[in-house]
């Protein structure tokens, strides 16, 4: 049960059908059934397809990201430094 939320008791439940049914009639009360259906499936939908698009979108991104800035991934790589390169000393004759 959920707080805040009252819950229906058997009573009210009839009692909530029968206003429906007198509403609404009894040839409307499946088409209406059909409709809360479809539109509870089209939202569903709709929110999968939301989450999906912001993934791909936070995907997208990133790879962006990488591709614009390989140097930063680099000095990550190598723990905030970078790789040091080092030469052989090599004799230079001075004449003087």
């Known amino acids: ?11 009210k439940l009839i009692i909530l059908l029968g206003i429906i ?9 499946p088409d209406l059934a059909r409709s809360l259906g479809r539109g509870t499936r089209e939202f569903r939908e709709g929110i999968s397809e ?7 979108e936070k995907e997208n991104r990133q790879q962006k990201e990488e591709v614009e800035e390989p140097s930063l991934n680099r000095v990550a790589v ?6 040091r ?4 000393a090599t004799p230079t004759d001075h004449k003087h």
């Open 78 to 83: 190598h723990g905030g430094e970078m790789p």
């Open 21 to 29: 049914l007198l509403f609404f009639g009894a040839k409307r009360i």
């Open 85 to 88: 390169v080092e030469t052989e």
């Open 1 to 11: 049960m959920i707080s805040g939320v009252p819950s229906i008791g058997g009573l």
């Open 50 to 56: 939301t989450a999906e698009n912001e993934a791909q």
